[in-house]
DNA sequence: GCAAAAGTGTTCTCGGTACACCCATGC
DNA sequence: GCATGGGTGTACCGAGAACACTTTTGC
């Protein structure tokens, strides 16, 4: 075996931290593992990258398997690479997350998973199979930096949304003990200038309906080149 | 051949993109390779990591093996995988950057390379090898948002430096137009009181000279860990 | 004494934060 | 009519930005 050979044994995987948001609470979906290694174990949805599949699309196809769900916000985070996380060989794995509207997902495990379930993202169980718990904080500790900076938080909301509802969203994630002041939120998020006002309103609540709003993705790409910084 | 099997046939390598600082303008170390493929071309030094070799330990032996130096700043950006990215077969590659201390270094151009050279790091050549531009562009701006955040400038100057020294690598870094006001960033770097004053001064120049400063780690972290948060 | 960089304060503006009451709807 | 969440404005404070002159040294 000349040297270069003795390089070609590893394989890889992805695996995806996908996030969704209830109205409540920040949730992952976790599979319960259908097959050796950690066979019954909570995990990260992920497969093993295909010889000749780019790593992007390899998480895509993961979250297409599981959710049914494509063109989906999605995100790569980092390799883990110990040397040990894999028992039946060299694996390094890349991470990533991906935001998805919790409403329009509809349970289709995949082969992989025996089943999948919504975890909260605050607080799942310790003991994931493999470095899990390790890609799983990493990836969550990402996602509330970057929900700070990037406006990220509208791919896990329904295409209209109230503005009590963007706000609690922006509480479970950044999760603020005291959450944040109801005008002062508004007043800052509507004077960035990248929500539009839909013309239909709240119905069916037993209060005043609120109006519904859009997030104006063209807007904000207009204004971020101008020098636009959103920032909560 | 097992269906698992067929996945143990790739292998994975690290790039890394070092960065120094020469007191003018923010450089990055590349080499010339001394092997195929891309045999002369410009490339960020990097190699294969070996089976049983964690990714972080390869990063930094190829640090070492180029620059001699050990326990620096290193960080992983990301992976690259696309499919055809290596010619010889599927390798898919973690980025890493690092930052040194440009003085510390002395050329050991390691046996991947034939020579070693410091280059502009906004401006280099957009020919490197493999998909080297990518992964420089990716890490460079990955440096420049990491900067304005969290005190890493500090890795790239010597123990002691001078407020001028400093303001001056930040504006490397940020590459500002029409650079800080020198009162401002003064006002703004001491009221973080994560710097101490040494007793000693400049010496042999032909002005006025300047007091030496040096960044105090634990009393930022004091500090961070009480809610203060760096930001240029 | 002159060239070259070090060092130093004040004013203004704007964005962040704190805070409490009336409004529209369903039942 | 009452319970529920929707919607709104003002006053204060602190951080950021703009801005120019004096000081110390080497030659």
Redesign the interface.
Known sequence: MSE?E???????SVDNVIFGFDGRSLKVLLIQRGAAPFRGKWALPGD?????????AAAERVLQQLTGLSNVYLE????????DRHP???V?T?AYYSLIKISNYAVTPASFAQSAQWHEANNVITDLAFDHNDILDTCLQQLKTKARREPIGFELLPPKFTLTELQQLYEAILDQPKGLDKRNFRKKILAMNILVECSEQQAGVAHRPAKLYQFDKEKYEALAAKGLSFDL
Chains 1, 2 share one sequence.
């Open positions: 270069v003795s390089f070609f044994k590893s394989a890889f093993l990258v295909y010889p000749n599949e780019d790593l992007d790569q985070v980092k390799a883990f690479g110990a040397v039946i060989g060299r390094i890349i």
